[in-house]
């Protein structure tokens, strides 16, 4: 069987090669070969992030190289890049008969045997939208899938930017006037918002009232990006907003689902996937997560646990800082972080704030104590560099900078009801009755951060989680599990990070 085989081959590769792998490799790589043998679909957590590095990658190359069958393999174009220009090469000297790899948006030809590799934007586009560029029944492979519903939403999210209105004004030429006055009452509308941090603003009614007049009046044939705006623009299950930019005087609409499941609910009957991601739920039968992105049918569900000696961090907790929504906090979380900084001298730090005022100033702040130490969101950083950032952008640029050996976090991630699209998908859980902090919320947070900590491990590094909400609301259980493993500290000293991996400080 495929099985036995992909075992055999993946456990010869791995002992030539003689390095400190991925303890689930042979496990994984069995699944992944029985998902292609019978057909069934699987979703796999495999506690890793999908970064460039990829210390599961293996476990499927392998199965899917030595198939006799076509594959789809969906994967973001920079681990595409590493795949066919350091996995692939390598896996090549040991698979006898490798298959042929084709890079591309869609099937090179109806009867095409080979490995058809392909970004989430292209086959997601080709799903949801039936556009019949791959064929279905083909085993797919999904790498990444932390960031499926926002790849998915941002395919079903509708945009009207500048040169949309100048097209819909050649379109409709008779009607340039009414087009170009509700642009106008448009621009006077929506800067009259209130300057937020976010620059993005729900859509009132007032508002949303002139386009629906504007789109009564128009009688011609609308430009494609119009008539599809307007077609999603009026259902109750879409949130519409603006982004502003104010120094340009610019402006531009959007328009998306509240939820994905639905759309993406019938495209899994379609052909047998195998979705892989590194922390999606912290149920191993990842209920709540497969809800999120419709995925109801039976399937094999798999999680693998955190190695408690390699991947074990250091977690300080102080108990005395205040509450984050309290007058008190901003000063308690600066005195903590220079104690940390101080202490973590000579160790590469990660400060963590996710509310984007407070990260300026404690950016500020920490800089004129520590110099060039510190900066703000930037990727090029002296060894013992301080990096104040937000949760976005340290997930998006974690997988290019060293791993911390401290890692610091404000507040816990949970999306801010401050932020407009935040508070719109909140309103429709609860129009729904529906508990919006537990299917929405937190498990927002606890995705974020378990990928925010994962290159800690690397180092097993100290993470000081400086939010005493975990100490107080019912939820800190749910946190401190999705923080496993670790080993409690109690107090900072200069050895935590002369030896960072030193347990004798664990209680």
């Not at 509708?158 to 819909?168: G, M, P, R, T, V």
């Not at 448009?186 to 009614?205: D, G, K, S, T």
Request: charged share 20%; proline share 7%; with cysteine.
């Amino acid at each position: 069987m495929i099985e036995v085989e992909v075992h055999q081959q993946l456990r010869a590769f791995l002992r030539e090669q003689g390095e400190s792998y991925w303890s689930h490799h042979l496990t994984m790589a069995r699944l992944v070969a029985r998902a292609l043998r019978i057909g069934r679909s699987a979703l796999i957590q495999t506690g890793a992030p999908s970064d460039l590095q990829g210390r599961y990658r293996l476990s499927y190359l392998v199965p899917i190289l030595m198939w006799h069958e076509p594959v789809v393999l969906v994967v973001p174009e920079m681990i595409q890049q590493r795949i066919l220009r350091v996995e692939v090469p390598r896996l090549h000297q040991w698979i006898t008969h490798p298959k042929p790899i084709q890079v591309g948006d869609r099937a090179p030809s109806p009867d095409y045997k080979g490995i058809l590799i392909t970004t989430p934007q292209a086959w997601l586009s080709d799903r949801l939208n039936n556009e019949g560029r791959f064929p279905p029944g083909i085993p797919t492979i999904i790498d990444g899938v932390d960031d499926l519903e926002a790849w998915t939403r941002e395919q079903l999210t509708f945009n009207i930017e500048s040169a949309d209105w100048e097209a819909l004004m050649l379109a409709c030429p008779a009607q340039v006037d009414l087009i170009r006055d509700a642009r106008i009452q448009l621009i006077r509308a929506v800067f009259q918002h209130p300057a937020n941090p976010y620059e993005c603003y729900l859509f009132e009614q007032s508002e949303r009232d002139i386009l629906t007049d504007l789109h009564q009046q128009l009688t011609e044939s609308l430009p494609p990006n119009w008539a599809r705006f307007f077609e999603q623009f009026n259902r109750a299950d879409r949130l519409t907003w603006v982004m502003i930019a104010r120094q340009s005087g610019q402006f531009s609409l959007h328009c998306a689902p509240v939820e994905v499941a639905s759309s993406l609910a019938p495209i899994w009957s379609r052909q047998p996937t195998v979705l892989i991601g590194g922390a999606l739920d912290l149920d191993s039968d990842a209920t709540m997560y497969r809800a999120s992105i419709g995925l109801e049918a039976d399937l094999t569900c798999l999680k693998f646990a955190l190695d408690r000696q390699e991947d074990l961090v250091q977690l300080y907790q102080p108990e005395g800082i205040p509450l984050p929504n309290t007058p008190q906090f901003q000063g308690a979380l600066l005195r903590e972080l220079r104690s940390l900084l101080a202490i973590a001298s000579q160790a590469f730090s990660v400060i963590l704030v996710g509310d984007t005022p407070l990260k300026s100033q404690v950016g500020s702040i920490l800089a004129a104590e520590f110099g060039s130490r510190v900066q703000v969101e930037r990727t090029c950083l002296e060894d013992n560099g301080i990096l104040v950032t937000g949760w976005e952008f340290w997930r998006e640029h974690q997988g290019v900078l060293p791993a911390p050996q401290m890692l610091a976090i404000a507040t816990l991630p949970i999306p801010s009801l401050e932020h407009p699209l935040v508070a719109g998908r909140v309103a429709h859980y609860k129009q729904h009755r529906q508990d919006w902090f537990r299917l929405y919320l937190l498990p927002q947070a606890l995705s974020e951060l378990q990928r925010a900590v994962s290159p800690v491990r690397e180092s097993q590094g100290v993470v000081a989680l400086l939010d005493t909400r975990v100490l107080h609301r019912s939820y800190g259980s749910q946190v401190l599990t999705a923080l496993s493993p670790f080993a409690r500290i109690n107090y900072l000293d200069d050895t935590l990070f002369s030896d960072v991996g030193d347990e004798s400080n664990a209680i």
